[in-house]
């Protein structure tokens, strides 16, 4: 039996008695009272669907949206997010008052630009910027944004050399892990690029393996997108590597293929850790022409902004700059958004001086002990195996290239990767308890209103599951304790219960509709990526999944 909460809620009012609907409270009544003796308290719904002809009081519409607004969780707890929820006090009162500034309006804010602009200088001399280049670019309102465009560029600059040779240009494509953040699919489908979404392996750390790279690229592939720092597992994918790569089949066959870093949330990272990228993976690499990072996620700034930055002006093909005339003056824009917030960029550029080298280096250094000790005090459980690697000590070979850090321990002694923790149920759990789903973790943990997804990774042989914890700036040793005991006590409470299904108590406002939803996506056979054999997928028809 399918119940509607919408529906139910409709024929209980329309069979009430009528006076109830017509003498709703008077004005005055909700001008000299509070936000719960007003028509809404009980007689009405709060319009949801059409503009109401009278507005309400301030104080009551803020009231009942706060209200409403409860039912979210906790975005401290949100560990299923790479996305900033905390900033300074300073940071908060700044941006609040320059909230109504857009970036857009350049002749308005010249000096909102100017602090645009050293944002734009400082991370691009964070990675490795060429004084004998003119390094360029841009605030974006996030990652995704920023690889469209640089997509965009790459994707241009094959069409122009192609044209200039008389070769076709109609089949270009781009080469990415199955493991791709989905804003990389999207740049491919957006722009009528063909994706070839490489399969990943447990050898490649479920990342993009350098192999297949090399089986998959041909005169028609415009780029090749890296991650730094993968979405799945934190795994920095071998920009290196992959550079050397495209080297050899440059010097064999004369095609020239650029990379663009995604480094959505290591762009930030590793510039400032002890691990670095554990190898080379920005500007100080000729191949790399382009990187993005969000400022959102560890720049630390609230959601809402990303960078993109080129090596040399020369990488942004004219053709995508267009010049904006001014009452005042000219400027360049080569966004896809022309109204951003600038707000943002004000938080970027508090925290970069507020904070400065160190200050990023200790944030990050915290986050990735935090990550290791979570990592490793779930493998001794025994209950958990990880899947992510930054709690595993590095070989002193691939250690010796990096500047260890002074005394104590630091992340130059680990596997370099983002400090999140991919974790599973370890073989010996599964066969002692095989009634306890692993989702199941995930849904008591939300019960205690920890946000932690369970999904699976990225197609391989065997299907694996994996729960995943990003340990961001705001997770201190203290709530770190509390979470590890509290996934212990979750566990055991599932290793002595009965078999339940845990999956139908998940809950969620909008439940019944969005199950609908999927189900009818499901029946009309619209799946995700359809993956045939050759180590290489193709972008299917229809609607996408995938994690973010
Ligand atoms: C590797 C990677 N690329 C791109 C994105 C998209 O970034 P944004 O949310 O800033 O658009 C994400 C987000 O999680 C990501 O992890």
Redesign the pocket.
């Known amino acids: 039996m399918q119940v509607d909460p919408d529906e139910l809620i409709k024929a209980l009012r329309d069979g009430s008695n009528n006076s109830l609907k017509t003498n709703i409270h008077t004005e005055n009544a909700v001008a000299s009272s509070t936000p719960y003796t007003t028509r809404y308290s009980s007689k009405e719904p709060i319009p949801k669907f059409r503009i109401p002809t009278e507005g309400a009081p301030a104080e009551v519409a803020a009231q009942l949206l706060r209200d409403e607004l409860d039912l979210d969780g906790r975005p401290n707890l949100n560990l299923a997010?790479?996305?900033g929820t905390y900033m300074e006090r300073q940071a908060n009162a700044l941006m609040a008052e320059n909230l109504a500034k857009n970036l857009a309006d350049a002749d308005e804010y010249p000096a909102l630009m100017l602090m645009h602009a050293r944002c734009v200088s400082i991370i691009a001399n964070l990675w490795g910027a060429k004084s004998n280049e003119k390094a360029i670019g841009s605030a974006t309102?996030?990652?995704?944004?920023?690889?469209m465009l640089g997509g965009k560029a790459m994707q241009r600059r094959w069409q122009e050399k192609r044209k200039a040779a008389g070769k076709d240009i109609s089949k270009p494509n781009i080469l990415m892990g199955a493991n791709?953040?989905?804003?990389?699919e999207k740049f491919a489908r957006y722009f009528d690029v063909e994706a070839r979404i490489l399969n990943v392996s447990e050898k490649s750390n479920f990342a993009l393996d350098p192999e297949e790279v090399r089986k998959n690229i041909d005169e028609n592939t415009i780029g090749v997108f890296v991650?730094?720092?993968?979405?799945y597992t934190g795994h920095y994918e071998p920009v290196e590597e992959i550079s050397k790569v495209l080297d050899e089949y440059e010097a064999k066959t004369g095609h020239d293929i650029p990379i663009h870093v995604?480094g959505?949330?290591g762009g930030f990272i590793a510039p400032f850790t002890y691990a670095g990228g554990g190898q080379k993976w920005n500007f100080e690499l000729p191949r790399v022409k382009s990187i993005?990072t969000?400022g959102?996620?560890f720049g630390l700034v609230y959601?809402g902004l990303?960078w993109i930055i080129w090596r040399d002006q020369s990488y942004l093909p004219k053709d995508l700059i267009f010049e904006l005339h001014y009452l005042g003056g000219t400027e360049e824009s080569y966004t896809l958004n022309f109204s951003r917030p600038g707000a943002q960029v004000i938080g970027q550029y508090y925290n970069l001086i507020h904070l400065g080298f160190n200050g990023y280096r200790d944030i990050m250094e915290n986050c990735l002990a935090n990550a290791r000790l979570l990592s490793k005090a779930l493998e001794k459980t025994g209950w958990f195996t990880c899947v992510s690697s930054i709690h595993h000590k590095r070989t002193l070979k691939s250690a010796k290239d990096t500047v260890l850090g002074e005394g104590g321990e630091t992340s130059a002694d680990y596997v370099p990767g983002l400090p999140v923790v991919a974790f599973r149920f370890s073989d010996q759990f599964q066969k002692d308890y095989p009634h306890v789903k692993q989702e199941s973790v995930s849904i008591l943990l939300r019960a205690k209103q920890y946000i932690i997804p369970n999904y699976p990774l990225p197609p391989t042989a065997n299907k694996i599951e994996i729960l995943r914890v990003v340990v961001r700036e705001s997770m201190t040793a203290d709530l770190l304790e509390r979470l590890i005991a509290d996934i212990v006590a979750v566990t055991e409470k599932l290793v002595d219960s009965d078999p339940v299904d845990l999956s139908r108590l998940q809950t969620h406002p909008d439940r019944t509709r969005l199950e609908r939803k999927r189900h009818h996506f499901k029946e009309l056979g619209q799946q995700t990526i359809d993956r045939p054999h050759s180590g290489m997928a193709r972008m299917g028809e229809g609607v996408h999944k995938t994690v973010?």
């Not at 309102?141 to 690889?147: F, H, L, M, N, Q």
């Not at 791709?180 to 990389?184: E, F």
């Open positions: 997010s790479f996305v309102v996030g990652s995704s944004e920023a690889i791709a953040q989905v804003a990389l991650i730094l720092g993968s979405t995604d959505a949330s993005n969000s959102h996620k959601a990303g973010c």
